[in-house]
């Protein structure tokens, strides 16, 4: 794609695909967690738990063996299942997938030259069909700790500013995906509610009740794409999380970005 390209289809659909340069940067995610989960099971194993150290001395990243470790401290480690969550999403190798260079040449065009910030950035798992976080219609925006509300009631326009979102395993209909709203970030920013999610989860969160006007002129795509792909979106973009339907997990991580050059950089630089 050229760089008009990219900046056309990015005005008309609100998102765009792009390939991974590096190959073993998804990887490295898929270690890391595999990595934690092994040390999470190990420390609530023991020696009559023949269940836990026959799948710990699996060092299989395949789809199967990550569910079956996740699945399992979920089930009977919940707490250390989430402070796996916690770290995951502080390991440097979701800084080094986002360094990727198709990643960055897009955003580095998106921004025009100008700078790349990486506001927020955060890997999420998910256990298919469960889901305990499925995401409603909405629009992303920067949830700073320095911000005294969440920075979806903040007056940011957004229109400048991007969310990349990588699965690291694929991301289909059978083990859950993203859909977005083909055009929708042209409507500008949309007052969202925070209220309980219908979509199998037990938390509250934000939630869009997508105009008429809207549903009406922007075609739903179901995004299906490959583990060596990324979606770039318009943090405007309206889009939610499709559950999968069958047993497995789900890897996924997401990243804002800015640049000093955009509108929402400097009505938030004040929180940082
Ligand atoms: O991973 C998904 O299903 C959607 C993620 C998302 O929309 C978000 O984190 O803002
Ligand atoms: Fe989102």
């Not at 989860?201 to 009740?209: D, G, H, I, R």
């Amino acid at each position: 794609m050229t760089n008009e390209d990219i900046l056309k289809k990015m005005k008309k659909y609100g998102y765009l695909i792009v390939n991974h340069s590096n190959k073993s940067s998804r990887k490295n995610v898929l270690t890391q967690a595999n990595r934690l989960a092994n040390f999470f099971l190990q420390r609530n194993s023991t020696k009559k738990d023949k269940k836990l150290t026959n799948i710990l001395d699996k060092n299989n990243l395949d789809q199967k063996s990550l569910f079956n470790k996740f699945n399992l401290l979920k089930l009977k480690h919940a707490k250390d299942s989430s402070r796996l969550y916690n770290m995951l999403g502080r390991d440097v190798c979701l800084s080094d997938h986002h360094n990727d260079k198709n990643i960055i040449d897009t955003l580095n065009i998106l921004f025009k030259k100008k700078n790349v910030f990486n506001v927020a950035q955060q890997i999420r798992i998910d256990l298919s069909p469960q889901y305990h976080h499925a995401l409603a219609w909405h629009q992303d925006h920067f949830d700073l700790p320095s911000m005294n509300k969440s920075g979806i009631f903040y007056n940011i326009s957004y229109r400048d500013s991007y969310t990349v979102w990588s699965p690291f395993t694929d991301a289909n209909k059978s083990i859950g995906t993203m859909e977005v709203l083909e055009g929708s970030h042209n409507f500008g920013r949309l007052k969202h509610e925070y209220k309980k999610n219908k979509v199998r989860t037990k938390s509250a969160y934000l939630e869009l009740k997508v105009p008429d006007k809207i549903k009406k002129k922007c075609k739903n795509k179901i995004i299906e794409i490959s583990n060596s792909q990324s979606v770039i979106f318009s943090m405007n973009l309206i889009h939610r999380t499709i559950p999968g339907n069958s047993e497995g997990v789900r890897l996924t991580g997401w990243g804002r970005f800015t640049s000093t050059a955009s509108e929402s950089f400097n009505k938030m630089v004040n929180y940082i």
